[in-house]
C-alpha cells in the first residue's frame, strides 16, 4: 500500500493505475478506523479494481463547540488495517494541502442538509459536502462508498453526486454492529465502561419503535416509545424521527421509510437508524 500526502504524488499513482485500465473504489474515512470501515474497504475491494482510502480529520465539518480537538487520531494502526485489507492507495492530506490558503469555495446541498443532523449541527453537511466534492474531485473514482450508519450524510452526497452529474456510483454499506447491537463508529471510543453498557439503548429503542410501526402502530407513539427508553437509559435525545429513505422528509405510503436518531450520553454523541418495513 502507498501512503500518500500530496496532491501530485496521490495524481501521478492515480495515473498509473487508469493506464492500465483499471477502475478505482473510494473510501473516505475521518480515520480511527474499525470494522465498519473495513466493511467499506472490502466492498470497495469486490466492486473495483483499485482501492483508495483517505484519511482527513476534516475541519470544516465540526463546529465551534463540537470534538475536532479530541478526535480519535491512530495513523500507524489504520495504516496497518488498510494494508492487511489490501488497500492500495491511503490517501492522507494535511489540512493546507487539503484547503491551501485562499481556499473560499463551500458546496452546499440544499434542502435535504437542513434536517436532522443539520438543524442540530449548523454547517456539518455543508463541510461534509465540500470536502467530498474534493476528495471526488482529487481521485476522480469509479465508486465511492459509505456507511450506512450516517444515513443522512450518504443521502447528501447522493443528491450532490447526481445534482452535479459527477458520475461517480455512491455506495451505502450496511452499517457494522457489535454483538449488543451498538453500532460501530470512531466515536464509541470516547464512552467509558458504565456509558458503553448504557449505549445500547440507543439500537434497542429504535428497534423497538421499528417493531411498533412494522405492526402499523402509530408513529407518535412509537416514537415516544423510544425515546422514553432513551431518557431511561440517561441519553439525552437530540431527534428521533421517521422519514422518506431517500428524501428524508415526511414518509409518504407506499415508499420506504428510515427511522433516525441522534441522541447524547455524557460528553459523548450517538447516532443510528434503522430501516421500516411497511406495515
Ligand atoms: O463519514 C465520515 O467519516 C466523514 O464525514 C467523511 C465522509 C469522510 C467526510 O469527512
Known amino acids: 500500500m502507498q ?21 478505482i473504489a473510494l473510501v473516505p474515512t ?11 474497504v472490502d466492498a470497495a475491494r469486490r466492486r473495483a479494481n483499485r482501492v483508495v482510502v483517505s484519511i482527513f480529520v476534516n475541519p470544516k465539518q465540526f463546529g465551534p463547540n463540537e470534538d475536532l480537538a479530541r ?6 494502526q489504520d495504516s496497518r488495517m488498510l494494508a ?9 492530506p494535511s489540512v493546507e494541502e487539503m484547503y491551501p490558503d485562499g481556499f473560499v469555495t463551500a458546496v452546499s ?9 443539520g438543524a442540530h449541527r449548523a454547517g456539518h453537511f455543508d463541510g461534509v459536502a465540500t470536502v467530498v466534492a474534493k476528495l471526488f474531485g ?6 465511492a462508498l459509505f456507511g450506512e450508519k450516517d444515513f443522512q450524510q450518504l443521502a447528501v452526497i447522493r443528491r450532490m453526486a447526481a445534482d452535479l452529474d459527477l458520475g461517480i456510483e455512491v455506495v451505502g454499506v450496511p452499517t457494522q454492529r457489535d454483538d449488543d447491537g451498538l453500532a460501530l463508529s470512531s466515536r464509541n471510543l470516547y464512552l467509558d465502561p458504565d456509558e458503553r453498557q448504557r ?3 440507543l439500537p434497542r429503542a429504535l428497534g423497538v419503535a421499528a417493531r411498533t410501526l412494522e405492526k402499523g402502530g402509530a408513529a407518535d407513539e412509537a416514537l415516544a416509545q423510544a425515546r422514553d427508553m432513551l431518557a431511561q437509559a440517561g441519553f439525552e435525545t437530540d431527534y428521533i424521527a421517521l422519514v422518506d429513505a431517500e428524501t428524508l422528509a415526511e414518509p409518504e405510503p407506499g415508499r420506504p421509510m428510515r427511522l433516525l436518531a441522534a441522541a447524547r450520553i455524557g460528553n459523548t ?10 406495515a
Open 30 to 40: 475521518m480515520g480511527a478506523l474499525h470494522d465498519g470501515h473495513m466493511a467499506l
Open 269 to 278: 454523541r450517538l447516532i443510528d437508524n434503522v430501516a421500516v418495513l411497511s
Open 138 to 143: 482529487q481521485v476522480r473514482p469509479d465508486v
Open 199 to 201: 449505549a445500547v439503548a
Open 84 to 92: 492487511e485489507a489490501g488497500a492500495d492507495v491511503l490517501w492522507m
Open 3 to 23: 501512503t500518500i500526502r500530496q496532491l501530485v504524488a496521490l495524481r501521478d499513482a492515480l495515473a498509473s493505475f487508469r493506464a492500465a485500465g483499471e477502475s
Open 109 to 117: 446541498v440544499g434542502g435535504i442538509s437542513a434536517l436532522l443532523e
Open 71 to 76: 478526535y480519535p487520531r491512530r495513523e500507524m
